[in-house]
């Protein structure tokens, strides 16, 4: 059974940097068709793709908040963290990680299975 | 940045079909995912690879894509399908969600 959990500080300051842990079973960060994804939800708005980390290391980061984030991996421990710095109240949302399956002939991916999500406020 | 456009709200009677729509240029050209999420829950996926319905997703929900539109189908409408859904693309492998459409069945 594939399972993810986030957690993370529920309260942060504006300015400081945001440091949340997905920990994942039922699946290996080890193999080629294997990646982990970071969304966020703030209340009662849309989704958001944040960042992806590959089995390889590879990382991608949104356009939009590239210069912000950064997605790291401990696939001893499975684990995937991921950091955000110089948060603002609108960063105040529902952070969820989701596996992220590659298929490659044809080459598509999707999120399968999604943690709980955490719930980030942040305020001061 | 890439946009896709989804319909607020999308009403629909039992036992009816419900087609919910995402827009996007040429999103014809790349694949599409759907999830359902309902009040309180975490994103479930329905729809991946614009048709395909992982295990455990009833037959009554569909998918498919073409020129600048994605659908998802929903036969047979049921109370329990009434959540939000959102379509989602990639985009040079950045991660993009439509706005969501909350579905109501009444």
């Known amino acids: 059974q594939v399972t993810l959990r986030e957690s993370g500080p529920a309260l942060v300051k504006p300015t400081q940097t945001l440091t949340l842990t997905c920990t994942f079973s039922g699946f290996s960060l080890n193999t080629s068709d294997m990646r982990v994804s970071w969304i966020r939800q703030p209340p009662g708005k849309a989704l958001e793709w944040l960042a992806r980390?590959?089995?390889?290391?590879?990382?991608v980061y949104s356009t939009s908040l590239e210069t912000r984030l950064t997605i790291s991996k401990d696939t001893s421990k499975n684990q995937v963290v991921f950091t955000m710095t110089k948060l603002d109240p609108v960063d105040t949302a529902t952070y969820y990680c989701?596996?992220?399956?590659?298929?490659?002939?044809?080459?598509?991916?999707?999120?399968?299975?999604w943690g709980r999500g955490t719930t980030v406020t942040v305020s001061s | 940045s890439y946009d896709l456009t989804q319909p607020p709200s999308v009403s629909v009677s039992p036992g009816q079909t419900a087609s919910i729509t995402c827009s996007g240029d040429k999103l014809g050209n790349k694949y599409v995912n759907w999830y359902q999420q309902k009040p309180g829950q975490s994103p479930l996926l329905v729809i991946f690879?614009?048709?395909k319905r992982p295990s455990g997703i009833p037959e009554r929900f569909s998918g498919s894509n073409s020129g600048n539109t994605a659908t998802l189908t929903i036969s047979g409408t049921q109370a329990l399908d009434e959540a939000d859904y959102y379509c989602?693309?990639?985009?040079?492998?950045?991660?993009?969600f439509g706005g969501g459409t909350k579905l109501t069945v009444l």
């Open positions: 690879h614009d048709t």
């Open positions: 980390i590959d089995w390889n290391d590879h990382k």
């Open positions: 989602q693309a990639w985009d040079n492998s950045n991660g993009v």
């Open positions: 989701a596996r992220t399956i590659v298929n490659f002939s044809p080459y598509y991916y999707y999120m399968d299975v």
